[in-house]
Structure formats: structure tokens, C-alpha cells
């Protein structure tokens, strides 16, 4: 990947104040969005052909790139994530699979995938790649994505939270990343997204027909549904050039999301559980 020089822009404005991730991601979305538009004038979609193609491709980074030029907010976001891809990039990782804290792994793979391969998308800089590849490759020969204590209900859960934020996790390093893996490492890592996450997130959460009654987790009203739904989405568009097989699901995941938003999404949520909600049905969205 080409190397991309960050510039600050030319213009002298006075402090702002830094938004962290959640800038970057919402521009890229943007981005995104009227690249969507610009494809459907021209009957045809480059969005979602190759890879990059969640979040973010090829041309939006060019755009973004641009963007940074005299954003000098925009310039500021992106500082703020290389250091923190920074900071991730000399954190520890640990390969091993957990015995029970599955939602702290999850938790801490999705920060720094998302940290690191911006700043990978932005620099080239292998660094980060590598790291992103042993985060992936681990999690993908994890025996299972969901934590032993959700065996205990009956029937067990096969999808949560946190195996759908490995979805995301190790789908957004296949896109990213890409042309990096083997095809053997691409093969495993397929086989990880769709039966670890995207087919267990189909059958306990999305489809009427198979969804275990977990209570009110599995309605269209909090975090649990948006949430793992869409994260597993972007496992989902992460492998379907290579896996067509998965649009079934993504199709069922797009009607799922569709009941949430009508729902008006996290409306029972207080703040402190629904503002995460946004990343991954914003990244779903801007796919659809």
C-alpha cells in the first residue's frame, strides 16, 4: 500500500476541541454515502467490488486525505488516532484463547483494530498490519467466540456481544488487510467470520424462525440487538466477494436492522449504553 504523508493544513484556526474515533468514522461514513450516490448516477457501484470496501475504499481515503488538507479539526481527529494506534501498537496481545473473559478480548481487539487499521489505511505503514494479521489469525483459531458461562441457559447462546465484536473485529482486518494474507490465512479466517459469527448471529438473532427466546435482548429496542446484528453485518460484507453464499444473511441482518430503526433504535436505552450503538449500524448502513 502506498504511503500516505500527513500534511497539516494551511490554515491557522483557533483550538477545537478533539471528537476522537468517532469523527473519523462518521467522515468516512459520509464519505461513504455520496460515494454510493455518485456510483447509482452512474449505474454502477465500485464501493462494494473490492477491497477496502467497509467504511471505507480506496477513493475515500484519496478523499479524506484531501479533506485533511484544510480541515484542520479533521487534521487533529486522525493525529489523535495514530497515537493511539501508537499506543495499541506497543500494548500487549494475547494470543491464547481466554478461558472466560471473552468481552474483555472482544473488547480490546475491536480498539485496536479499528486504531491500527486506520492508521494503516492512512500510512501504509506495515507495523500495524502485522499486528492486525496476529489479532485476526488468533481470534479466527479461537475454539469458540462465545464465553462457557452462556452455556447454562436453555437452549445455550451461540451469539452475543462478544462474538459478534470478533466478527467485526477480524472482518474489518480481512478487508483492510487484505492483499497481506495468504489465501490459506484468508480461507481460515472466512471459515472463522461466517461459522463463529455470521451464521450463529442469523439464527439467534435475526431469524424469526430459529431465535431462541432470550427475553427482551433479542427485540429491536437495545444495544444487545443493533449491536450484535450489525457487527456481524460487517463480518458478513467483509467476506462476500470471496463468499457469496453470505448475502442470505446479510439480507436477513439488513430486515433486522430495518425493525431497530423503525423501532427508533435505543430508545430505552440510557446514554451511557446507547451511544456505542451508532458505529456499527452507521457502517451497515452506509453499505446498503
Not at 459520509?30 to 467490488?49: G, K, R, Y
Not at 477480524?170 to 488487510?177: A, K, M, P, S
Request: proline letters at 5%; glycine letters at 6%.
Amino acid at each position: 500500500m502506498k504511503k500516505t504523508m500527513l500534511v497539516a493544513p494551511h490554515q491557522n484556526m483557533p483550538g477545537v476541541k478533539f471528537l476522537g474515533l468517532l469523527l473519523i468514522i462518521a467522515t468516512m461514513v459520509s464519505i461513504l454515502f455520496s460515494m454510493v450516490a455518485c456510483a447509482e448516477e452512474a449505474s454502477e457501484n465500485p464501493v462494494l467490488e473490492a477491497h477496502p470496501r467497509v467504511l471505507v475504499n480506496t477513493v475515500g481515503l484519496k478523499r479524506l486525505n484531501e479533506a485533511m488538507e484544510t480541515d484542520i479539526q479533521l487534521y487533529r481527529t486522525v493525529r489523535t488516532v495514530l497515537g493511539r494506534a501508537a499506543e495499541a501498537l506497543y500494548s500487549t496481545w494475547e494470543s491464547k484463547e481466554p478461558k472466560d473473559n471473552y468481552g474483555g478480548v472482544a473488547d480490546s481487539a475491536i480498539w485496536q483494530v479499528e486504531n491500527m487499521g486506520i492508521a494503516y489505511l492512512l500510512t501504509g505503514d506495515l507495523r500495524y498490519a502485522n499486528r492486525l494479521k496476529e489479532i485476526a489469525l488468533s481470534i479466527a483459531k479461537f475454539e469458540r467466540w462465545v464465553a462457557p458461562s452462556f452455556d447454562r441457559y436453555d437452549p445455550p447462546w451461540i451469539s452475543t456481544l462478544e462474538s459478534s465484536t470478533f466478527t467485526a473485529a477480524v472482518g474489518l482486518v480481512y478487508d483492510w488487510c487484505y492483499d497481506l494474507f495468504t489465501e490459506e490465512e484468508r480461507s481460515l479466517i472466512r471459515e472463522a467470520i461466517i461459522q463463529k459469527g455470521v451464521i450463529p448471529a442469523f439464527l439467534d438473532w435475526s431469524n424469526a424462525e430459529t431465535r431462541n427466546p432470550h427475553g427482551t435482548h433479542q427485540t429491536p429496542q437495545g444495544n444487545w440487538y443493533a449491536v450484535t446484528i450489525s457487527a456481524a453485518a460487517i463480518g458478513a460484507l467483509a467476506v462476500e466477494p470471496e463468499a457469496p453464499e453470505v448475502r442470505q444473511y446479510i439480507e436477513s441482518f439488513k430486515t433486522a436492522m430495518k425493525a431497530w430503526i423503525e423501532f427508533d433504535g435505543g430508545v430505552l436505552e440510557e446514554y451511557d449504553t446507547s451511544k456505542y450503538l451508532w458505529y456499527p449500524p452507521g457502517a451497515w448502513v452506509s453499505q446498503n
